[in-house]
């Protein structure tokens, strides 16, 4: 396999044996030259793989990445904290000081910080990361799931947090397992895979609620919930603090409808309890809250999109949640409801309700008074940004705490009073970032069908002064709004001058489930129709020029370049893929595949086939297009996207393109989809900005 360079200066690509392999489905002929590249242990995938390591080797020391590096490195060098949970007087909560390389957790108790598990400490490789933890109702034992390598395969432990010894684990096929602790600590339910003996090649399914005892074998334990339902739920389990109410929540792969139970403990035993259906085989995304109260019958507070797409607050009690559901919050068209948490604490003269709103993707928390569902007031925050999910104290109170970033601000901790309604800083920072040299600005535009989008862009000057280098970057899928968060890439390319734009596509959630629902299945294309109005509008409004506009996105966004780039290749000057859904026709026999289906459709069903070809990028890729430059970025431990659809695509692009720009491959064979360390984190973002930035022309 030959690299380096042909004589008209195009960059000579690694061999890539193309097949004649042409599939009938449903009466549409499906060509797929490259399968032999869905086999990741090949050697003839190995070899390939080997020789594009080599050419990428070869062309990244002509892109400053030194440069890049360091800026982005100043960028993360911010102390990072999440929200406390707090049980019986202590406090949990992750720390990742400026510099560590992975969140440490913390326990707070008498005024004192000690640390419980630091992954750096039981890996130096930094190849371990902490995925999941859950503290006992009473504050003494903590159930912790680490993953190795990138696989976010986490297996589970338990330990006592007063001596840090491990008591129980580990249990494996766990994945970041909700986990509920039953009073006392002597059991909890969680959610687990079952073996993979009757089940070949789905070992990422057929999960199932189970009962652990601690320090017993977890092939002991009891299954409680799922037997017989299909192989792709999901399943999230919860307990109240007082231990009396157990709820079960199940999604079918990435839907959002969920459906609901809930069984009273006290009325039988633990590895038998009675669970109730709340809501089952309906339209709607709901979580429900049981007030922490012993009565026989408590109030529930149900947030759901059943019945309002935006959002809104209902409530029952365990005898009429099944049936009857009373609003007492209602939808407020054209905000998202988000979130919702409930304070009661005893000084407290009435439980208020806490609700996050994201209009237009900027946040709003909204306070109520919860016996009529009446607004009383707003949380103050800090600007027009995002804020995370709301926490409140397991045992009741009037405080809660919170995230919040905006395009400027790293992730900060707020701490509300529900007592004086003020808000305040809840740790100290020690690390500030200087937004000198950035500013935002809000902007609609117009897709091909005349849907207003909107789009956050991030430039020196806050205006368009003059076409720069500029790099557009969306989502556009599950739901998942796309709001202002701080972005060491975003800075560190306005810094250098150029302009960094998000687009809030449908598929997305940051107008409502409709808007996702705008976006999904049959209805994909308008993702990729809003992502080129947003190309449209930022060169048209003078911010960038077509030479000068890349495009980057990762997982389903990794999907939305890929189709971008084949779509409309004449908009674009380069482009990142990372780890991409790129095979629309096989997605579904590899990674996490089948639970996507709610998403995006099946080639097993004639007239989604259709739809999936019509945009599946490797499926309209065209010999003699000359595409813009493309990087794509794969790690061979993903296990949510398998890394097939990078090799796949590159070979295709890279037969099919004429040049001048090249198809690279960014290889990593140790790490995954998620979380991994800062320094590898560090190493991936430079490299894809020193890319951009060569073949943007952005000079630093």
């Avoid at 793989?49 to 490195?73: F, G, I, K, N």
């Avoid at 993360?76 to 000081?97: C, E, K, N």
């Avoid at 709901?286 to 759901?304: Q, S």
């Avoid at 109520?368 to 949380?379: A, K, P, S």
């Amino acid at each position: 396999m030959g690299n380096g360079r042909t004589g008209d200066g195009t960059p000579r690509y690694p061999d890539a044996e193309r097949l004649a392999l042409v599939e009938e489905r449903h009466g549409l002929a499906v060509r797929d030259p490259y399968r032999w590249l869905e086999d990741g242990a090949d050697p003839r995938t190995d070899a390939w793989l080997r020789a594009q390591e080599e050419l990428y080797a070869a062309s990244r020391p002509a892109w400053r990445v030194d440069h890049w590096r360091t800026a982005l490195a100043s960028l993360h060098a911010v102390d990072l904290y999440s929200p406390p949970l707090t049980r019986a007087g202590r406090s949990f909560f992750s720390r990742q000081l400026a510099g560590e390389e992975h969140p440490t957790l913390m326990v707070a108790s008498h005024g004192q910080d000690r640390p419980l598990v630091k992954p750096e400490d039981l890996d130096p490789t930094g190849l371990t990361v902490l995925d999941a933890w859950r503290p006992s109702a009473e504050g003494d034992l903590l159930a912790y799931q680490l993953s190795s390598d990138g696989t976010e395969e986490s297996r589970l432990w338990v330990m006592d947090i007063a001596t840090r010894r491990v008591l129980d684990g580990p249990i494996d096929r766990v994945r970041r397992s909700s986990v509920a602790w039953l009073p006392g600590g002597t059991h909890f339910y969680y959610v687990r895979r079952l073996p993979p003996g009757p089940h070949p090649g789905e070992e990422r399914y057929h999960r199932r609620v189970f009962l652990h005892r601690v320090g017993s074998h977890p092939d002991e334990d009891i299954m409680i919930f799922g037997e017989g339902r299909d192989r792709a739920q999901f399943y999230t389990v919860s307990v109240t603090a007082d231990g009396r109410w157990l709820s079960v929540a199940a999604t079918q792969g990435t839907d959002r409808n969920t459906d609901v139970w809930l069984a009273d403990l006290t009325a039988g035993p633990w590895h038998a309890p009675a669970l109730r259906p709340v809501q089952e085989g309906v339209r709607g995304h709901t979580r429900l809250r049981v007030a922490p109260d012993a009565v026989a019958d408590p109030p529930i507070w149900l947030r759901t999109t059943r019945g309002a797409p935006y959002g809104r607050v209902m409530t029952a009690t365990p005898a009429t949640a099944g049936g009857e559901w009373r609003e007492l919050i209602a939808e407020r068209p054209g905000s998202v409801l988000t979130d919702f948490a409930v304070l009661t604490g005893a000084r407290l003269p009435r439980p208020l309700g806490l609700l996050s709103w994201v209009r237009h993707a900027v946040s709003e928390i909204t306070v109520h008074d919860l016996t009529d569902g009446t607004q009383i007031g707003t949380v103050p925050l800090p600007g027009a940004g995002s804020t995370g999910g709301l926490a409140v104290s397991r045992d009741g109170g009037h405080e809660a705490w919170f995230s919040y970033s905006d395009h400027l601000t790293p992730w900060t901790v707020l701490h509300y009073d529900g007592l004086t309604g003020t808000t305040r800083s809840w740790h100290p920072q020690r690390s500030v970032v200087a937004a000198a040299g950035a500013r935002t600005r809000h902007v609609a535009f117009r897709s091909a069908d005349g849907t207003t989008v909107r789009m956050f862009v991030v430039s020196p000057e806050g205006r368009p002064d003059r076409p720069r280098p500029a790099v557009l970057t969306g989502y556009g899928g599950f739901g998942a709004p796309v709001v202002p968060t701080y972005s060491p890439e975003a800075l560190a390319w306005v810094r250098a001058g150029g302009v960094w734009a998000v687009a809030c596509l449908r598929g997305g959630g940051e107008e409502g489930e409709e808007w996702h629902h705008a976006g999904r299945g049959a209805n994909k294309q308008n993702v990729f129709d809003d992502f080129a109005a947003a190309a449209d509008h930022l060169v048209e409004a003078g911010w960038t020029s077509r030479d000068r506009l890349g495009i980057a996105g990762g997982s389903n966004g990794g999907l939305l370049v890929g189709a971008a780039v084949t779509q409309h290749p004449e908009k674009y000057a380069a482009a990142v893929c990372m780890s991409p859904l790129l095979d629309m026709v096989r997605y579904e026999l590899h990674g996490l595949g089948p639970s996507w289906r709610p998403e995006y459709g099946s080639a097993d069903d004639p007239g989604e086939l259709r739809t999936l070809l019509s945009y599946s990028p490797y499926h309209r890729v065209r010999a003699g297009t000359e595409y813009p430059a493309v990087l794509f970025t794969a790690a061979e431990a993903d296990t949510r996207v398998d890394p097939l659809h990078a090799r796949k695509m590159c070979a295709a692009l890279q037969h099919a393109s004429p040049g001048p720009g090249p198809v690279l491959l960014r290889h990593e064979r140790d790490v995954g989809h998620g979380d991994r360390a800062l320094s590898r984190t560090v190493a991936l973002q430079a490299d894809c900005l020193a890319f951009l930035a060569a073949h943007l022309g952005l000079r630093v």
